[in-house]
Structure formats: structure tokens, C-alpha cells
């Protein structure tokens, strides 16, 4: 995993948050934009393993990342905009699935401890989490 360019600037946050959790108002933009990290992950790069606790999620900015569970198969596939990781961040479990990196995926990420500040100033954020996990399990469940 590669660190690119340090801190991002508002823009790129709000290019790879366009309808991600974090909301659409820059001045949650720029809240994140102050506590993320840009990475990027060459071609069949592990960005989580199935079983091992995540200590960050992902705002996917480029590229694609498949979700795969233990077995082998392919559950879901997250792409530019879309964020991944973050049951792990919110339970303190361990990721249900991996993630691996298809080509290269570009990622901001945001450490656990830095989400859950943003969730003590900015409720709603936490809110529109749920809404995205609420999505993802309607989706597993149809």
C-alpha cells in the first residue's frame, strides 16, 4: 500500500464523496479533507482481510475494489465514490470479507479514531452511514 500526497485538498474530497456517507456540504468536506490520507493500491492489493479487525475505512476515489468473502466468492464489487470498510470501523469487529483492489484504486482513508471525532461533532454523518449500511443490507437480502 502506497501513501500518495498526503492530505488531499477539499476538492478531491468532494469529487470522491459525491454521494458517498460523509454529505454534501463543504463544510463536511473540509472536515474530512483534514483528516484523511490518499493511498493508492496497485492491482490485487489487499486493502482489508476477511478476519482481521480494520483500523480505517475507505472513500474509494478511482478504481475498483472487490469484496470477497472466505470462500472465494465475490459478494460486491465498490467503485469510485463508494466507501468500504466502515462496518469494521463502526463495530470494532473484524472485516466480514476481503478487499482487494481490481487495477488500481486510489482511496482516502479515514482511521477509526479520527471517524468516530467526526461523528461526536457532526451526528448526521453518523446517520448517513446507516443509510449506506441500511442500503447494503436491503441489497443482500432482495
Given at each position: 500500500?502506497?501513501?500518495?500526497?498526503?492530505?488531499?485538498?477539499?476538492?478531491?474530497?468532494?469529487?470522491?464523496?459525491?454521494?458517498?456517507?460523509?454529505?454534501?456540504?463543504?463544510?463536511?468536506?473540509?472536515?474530512?479533507?483534514?483528516?484523511?490520507?490518499?493511498?493508492?493500491?496497485?492491482?490485487?492489493?489487499?486493502?482489508?482481510?476477511?478476519?482481521?479487525?480494520?483500523?480505517?475505512?475507505?472513500?474509494?476515489?478511482?478504481g475498483t475494489v472487490r469484496v470477497?468473502?472466505?470462500?472465494?466468492?465475490?459478494?460486491?464489487?465498490?467503485?469510485?465514490?463508494?466507501?468500504?470498510?466502515?462496518?469494521?470501523?463502526?463495530?470494532?469487529?473484524?472485516?466480514?470479507?476481503?478487499?482487494?483492489?481490481?487495477?488500481?484504486?486510489?482511496?482516502?482513508?479515514?482511521?477509526?479514531r479520527e471517524f468516530e471525532a467526526?461523528?461526536?461533532?457532526?451526528?448526521?454523518i453518523a446517520l448517513a452511514v446507516?443509510?449506506?449500511?441500511?442500503?447494503?443490507?436491503?441489497?443482500?437480502?432482495?
Open positions: 500500500m502506497a501513501l500518495r500526497g498526503g492530505r488531499p485538498s477539499a476538492d478531491e474530497v468532494i469529487t470522491g464523496a459525491n454521494s458517498g456517507p460523509v454529505g454534501e456540504r463543504t463544510a463536511d468536506l473540509e472536515r474530512v479533507a483534514e483528516i484523511v490520507q490518499e493511498h493508492t493500491h496497485p492491482d490485487g492489493d489487499i486493502i482489508g482481510a476477511e478476519g482481521e479487525l480494520g483500523e480505517e475505512m475507505h472513500i474509494l476515489l478511482d470477497v468473502r472466505g470462500d472465494g466468492e465475490t459478494i460486491a464489487r465498490r467503485g469510485a465514490g463508494e466507501v468500504v470498510g466502515e462496518m469494521s470501523v463502526i463495530t470494532r469487529a473484524p472485516h466480514v470479507a476481503t478487499l482487494i483492489a481490481e487495477g488500481d484504486v486510489r482511496t482516502l482513508h479515514i482511521g477509526y467526526m461523528v461526536h461533532e457532526r451526528p448526521d446507516m443509510r449506506v449500511l441500511a442500503e447494503r443490507l436491503r441489497a443482500m437480502t432482495t
